[in-house]
């Protein structure tokens, strides 16, 4: 199965900051990586697909990069409505492994 | 627009078996893919089966496999699975997820529905 270590595990930023989280894979998934946001008690949100592309409707200071093994998600400056947990997840491979997941928080 | 409706859900014991549902609506549900993935409470997302959109090729969770089984009823725009010899470990909601490409097994989730809680407890 393919490992996806995300990281932090948690932060805590100030309103405007610059926000990015890590993900890596344990292997090669070329983009095949989603990032998604879930808020308390809600589904999840697909944000980014393909590792860089921005799903209709999110707002632009949410960002993605990166290939193979290294990928990054940033929020370019943050704000209160972005207070949720986010996932990294990989569909090169089944099963279909996420990150443990980032929790943001407003410092 | 498209909905995705779950349920099914509730307390089970150890052993048992429940079926879940997911009742899609806003979308040509025959043309797409369908996933199930589970979060535990307080904990992260898994992954657990998929269907392609014709039923006719299934990948499971080792987690699951041999005890859960995943059907669809295009006719209906269901999505069904099947629970048997639940453990507690199985606690979780329960997602249903639509792809985003039509006629695929992977990719990403774009539409989600609300999530059917199941509680394996003695």
């Known amino acids: 199965d393919i490992q996806m270590t995300q990281s932090p595990s948690s932060l805590s930023a100030s309103v405007g900051d610059r926000v990015t989280i890590t993900c890596q894979a344990s292997?090669?998934?070329?983009?095949?990586l989603n990032w998604y946001q879930q808020k308390p008690g809600k589904a999840p949100n697909l944000l980014i697909y393909d590792a860089s592309n921005l799903e209709t409707g999110v707002p632009s200071r949410f960002s993605g990069s990166g290939s193979g093994t290294d990928f990054t998600f940033t929020i370019s400056s943050l704000q209160p409505e972005d207070i949720a947990t986010y996932y990294c997840q990989q569909y090169d491979y089944f099963p279909l492994t996420f990150g443990g997941g980032t929790k943001v928080e407003i410092k | 627009q498209v909905q995705l409706v779950e349920s099914g859900g509730g307390v089970v014991q150890p052993g048992r078996s429940l079926r879940l549902s997911c009742v899609a609506s806003?979308?040509?549900?025959?043309?797409?893919?369908m996933h199930w993935v589970r979060q535990a409470p307080g904990k992260g997302l898994e992954w657990v089966v998929v269907i392609s959109y014709d039923g006719s090729n299934k990948y499971y969770a080792d987690s699951v496999k041999g005890r859960f089984t995943i059907s669809r009823d295009n006719s209906k725009n269901t999505l069904y699975l099947q629970m048997n010899s639940l453990r507690p470990e199985d606690t979780a909601v329960y997602y249903c997820?639509?792809?985003?490409?039509?006629?695929?097994?992977?990719?990403?989730?774009?539409?989600w529905g609300q999530g059917t809680l199941v509680t394996v407890s003695s």
């Open positions: 997820a639509k792809l985003r490409s039509d006629y695929g097994l992977y990719g990403s989730f774009d539409f």
């Open positions: 806003g979308f040509t549900f025959s043309n797409y893919g």
């Open positions: 292997q090669d998934i070329s983009n095949y």
